[in-house]
């Protein structure tokens, strides 16, 4: 009786450092059936030729070696290549648990799931430094229960496992014109073409922090930008698939995190019109879905939830510096 098969779609650029770690374990799941597509994103460091290595141990290792055009695409020709009825995105500096495959089968077996959502831990210096693990197994056929339910804080590709055919069937894709968030935007839309979605309570993906992450440093006008045009396109696709009374609790939830965002921000006040008039934008579209104080204040003057936001951090003991 031949194995389910899964497709294992891991995008590389400069990770030389934590490759090994990670094809290691892929390669070495006690799940065996398994679709490795490896592609490099123009890499300049010795990743290809880590790629290439590993491609030659092991016939389960699709490699592609491509010139350099992003994440976003990188994991749609993922998808394009994917063969398996079961679908996982790996980040190439991030690790599985050996057993994990064979877990998420079980369970996949089991309920006929679309969607299988799981816990991760983080790892820095080789030691763990936290947790994140849904306190209890669930399954869900309400979309709105999900969502409420689940502190996904917010969605990240890798804390899913996909059935193909729903992302297929679907056309959900990466968004190209994102840099940040384009896998919450994945996720969010695809749970939007779900029937079953199992929340499993259980650890089984590991995410490597660098030593220089932990520090707070000042963000690029990118990531705000990004951050608005995820939560625009989320509530368009919501709006246009008439979920947006299952999505708004996690829509206002999330958009919070744009605020905080700003506390990183080195220059805001260079960029507090272009900023502002992005959100007034976003807001003044989707006044239906936007209803905390934090969002209405915001239309306003987002300099002023900036300030409330960092004197609720500094209240609790973080030192910004803005």
């Known amino acids: ?48 030729l880590i790629c290439q290595e590993y491609a030659d141990r092991d016939s389960r290792i699709r490699f592609i070696d491509k010139d350099n055009q992003g994440v976003s695409i990188t994991r749609n020709l993922g998808i394009y290549l994917s063969k398996g009825e079961w679908l996982y995105f790996l980040d190439s500096d991030d690790f599985l648990d050996l057993n994990a495959f064979e877990v998420l ?58 059935r193909r055919e729903v992302v ?21 839309s695809l749970y939007c073409h779900t029937k079953k979605i199992i929340v499993l309570d259980k650890v089984l993906h590991n995410v490597v922090v660098a030593p220089n992450s932990v520090s707070r440093k000042p963000i690029k ?32 939830d999330i958009s919070k995190h744009t605020f905080v965002l700003a506390l990183y921000f080195k220059d805001f006040s260079n960029y507090k019109f272009d900023i502002q008039k992005k959100y007034r934008d976003l807001y003044s579209t989707n006044k239906d879905i936007f209803y905390t104080y934090f969002s209405k204040t915001a239309n306003v003057n987002i300099n002023i939830v900036i300030l409330l936001v960092k004197i609720k951090h500094l209240i609790k003991g973080d030192n910004y510096k803005i």
């Open 168 to 188: 297929l069937k679907s056309k959900v894709t990466f968004n190209m014109n994102l840099k940040h968030n384009e896998d919450a935007l994945f996720v969010y």
């Open 105 to 162: 089968m079980n369970v996949a077996k089991s309920t006929n799931a679309d969607v299988i959502y799981f816990g991760c831990r983080g790892y820095e210096l080789g030691k763990v430094v936290g947790e994140r693990k849904p306190k209890a197994y669930r399954e869900y056929v309400n979309l709105k229960l999900f969502l409420n339910n689940t502190k996904l804080s917010p969605a990240s590709a890798w804390l899913n496992f996909f």
């Open 1 to 48: 009786m031949s194995m389910t098969l899964i497709s294992v779609v891991i995008p590389v650029y400069n990770k030389e450092d934590y490759l090994e770690k990670c094809l290691d374990s892929v390669i070495n799941q006690t799940y065996a059936a398994l679709e490795i597509i490896l592609i490099n994103d123009g890499s300049t460091d010795r990743s290809p």
């Open 221 to 252: 006008v990118r990531v705000l930008e990004d951050n608005l045009l995820f939560l625009s396109e989320l509530c368009r696709y919501v709006r246009k698939r008439g979920l947006i009374e299952d999505f708004k609790q996690e829509i206002n």
